[in-house]
């Protein structure tokens, strides 16, 4: 080997080594993973118990204790009353599909969301479980009274208007709030009956609430009404 391969080759070398170590320092000063770190997931459904169909008071009796309170207990609602109130809201009640409450055509079109604070769900009545939305609080965008933020339960009633081809616009704006208004009493006698406190509210910046639920352009917010243990 001539003096001038064996200068280059030394260089290259040189030139490997430099990288090497290099390399090796930023490993050795790079933060160290944590082995117990928690891997993110996809949030899953939530499977809600079966709907208890018996019991509570009877119809005259809910009829006679219904009522409006705006002063809601942060207590959480449990599971099974969750499941209870959302079955009595928009629940399937027949083998054939149909709800406890009525729709124009049968078009099923309004959408029941539920603000939590530990997210934003949407009722899947057919599987009986709570779809996750957003893995966020969004419950103090659902309306502008004050207690909003901290109540344990904000129901969004949404209609998407893709279920309902074929309609006028007119006629989409009146179905989408006469159907909604079945659903809300459905859940206002739930309440008269299980002994909770509910409101239903129009009192909400539907933009800023449907912006914040990430709906599309043809989903509307129609109303919301907060659910929750009356305040001691």
């Given at each position: 080997m001539n003096r001038k391969m064996f200068s280059?080759?030394?260089?290259?070398?040189?030139?490997?080594?430099?990288?090497?170590?290099?390399?090796l320092a930023?490993?050795?000063n790079a933060p160290a993973k944590d082995a117990n770190a928690a891997v993110v997931t996809e949030p899953k459904p939530i499977e809600l118990p079966k709907p208890q169909m018996e019991g509570g008071k009877p119809l005259m009796q809910a009829l006679k204790d219904r009522k409006t309170l705006r002063e809601f207990s942060s207590e959480k609602l449990p599971m099974q009353v969750l499941s209870n109130m959302l079955w009595a809201a928009d629940g399937i009640n027949r083998p054939d599909g149909k709800r406890t409450a009525p729709t124009a055509m049968n078009k099923q079109e309004i959408d029941v969301y539920i603000a939590?604070?530990?997210?934003?769900?949407?009722?899947?009545?057919?599987?009986?479980?709570l779809v996750p939305v957003l893995m966020e609080d969004v419950r103090a965008a659902t309306g502008k009274q004050p207690f909003v933020k901290d109540a344990p339960v904000n129901l969004v009633f949404v209609a998407d208007y893709a279920k309902m081809a074929g309609m006028p616009d007119e006629a989409k704006?009146?179905?989408?709030a006469t159907d909604t208004g079945f659903i809300s009493q459905n859940v206002y006698l739930f309440c008269a009956s299980e002994g909770l406190a509910t409101v239903v509210r129009g009192y909400v910046d539907k933009d800023i609430c449907a912006k914040a639920m990430k709906l599309r352009a043809d989903q509307?917010?129609?109303?919301?009404q907060t659910v929750g243990y009356p305040k001691k």
């Open positions: 280059v080759v030394v260089l290259l070398v040189t030139v490997l080594l430099s990288w090497t170590i290099q390399s930023q490993d050795v939590l604070e530990q997210g934003l769900y949407l009722y899947d009545a057919k599987a009986n479980t704006d009146f179905y989408a509307k917010v129609i109303l919301a």
